[in-house]
């Protein structure tokens, strides 16, 4: 981005409004090299084609006027070109509470099913489901884990290969439970969490606690089925 900025010396500032929630939790993992993230968005090119997002609150166009580097980050300052009215109530950041703003964000998006479902990737799922765990404990969020799954599933069912799995999900409550319990610090981001217990992105997690054989059957997928391996995590 710092590289392209310095190309191209413009840059706009798209204000998300309140019902964008979705558009937050995409933008606010770093994009990968060859990833376009405004790809599968609606989205007109502005000044020097500046990507501006369609039905957004408002937007500021800007000129780069200077930049300064602060620790490992490059701060852009902007000459502010073209500005519209705000149309709509804007999606709202607080600097200290950034992070957990960003889960109230992402966990509205998955609940009403506005995450788009590219993002709907195995690290989203550890996600929503971390946010349930630490507000309800294991037991009392394990329904609203399941049944915000299979919302979200039906919302999307075009677009679904593998439906829900009820013995998967179960597991992943039990192992993402554990591992909160592991860290033992109520205070960690997602993203702080995710890096302490690196095992839960792990794709060979399950088949250390199921046998392929047990885990692929119907049964296995409809109902809970106890790990023939390992014992579950508590």
């Known amino acids: 981005m710092h590289e392209l900025l310095l190309e191209t010396q413009h840059f706009s500032v798209n204000i998300l409004s309140k019902n964008q929630a979705h558009y937050a939790s995409r933008f606010s993992r770093p994009a990968e090299q060859s990833n376009n993230q ?23 166009e800007c000129k780069a006027h200077s930049v300064h580097t602060v620790g490992d980050h490059n701060v852009w300052y902007g000459e502010v070109l073209k500005t519209t009215e705000l149309r ?3 999606l709202l950041y607080f600097a ?3 992070r ?14 506005t995450l788009l479902f590219e993002d709907w990737t195995h ?6 489901a971390w946010n349930y765990i630490r507000e309800h404990g294991r037991e009392e969020a394990t329904p609203y884990i399941k049944m915000g ?32 319990k592991q860290c033992d610090h109520p205070d960690l981001t997602f ?24 885990i692929n059957t119907d049964k296995a997928k409809i109902q809970f089925e106890p790990p023939d391996r390992l014992a579950l995590p508590q």
């Open 38 to 60: 405004f790809q599968s968005i609606p989205h007109e090119l502005g000044i020097q084609g500046a990507p501006i997002l369609q039905d957004i609150a408002g937007v500021l």
């Open 88 to 90: 709509a109530e804007p």
């Open 96 to 98: 200290r509470s950034y």
């Open 100 to 113: 957990s703003v960003g889960d109230e964000v992402f966990m509205k998006a998955f609940e009403d099913t």
């Open 123 to 128: 690290a989203a799922h550890l996600r929503m």
């Open 149 to 180: 799954i299979q919302k979200y599933n039906e919302q999307n069912k075009d677009k679904i290969e593998r439906g829900y799995h009820e013995t998967v999900t179960i597991f992943y409550i039990y192992a993402v439970a554990d591992a909160i």
């Open 191 to 214: 993203e702080e969490f995710i890096t302490k217990s690196r095992h839960l992105t792990d794709k060979d997690l399950l088949y250390k606690y199921y046998s392929p054989d047990l």
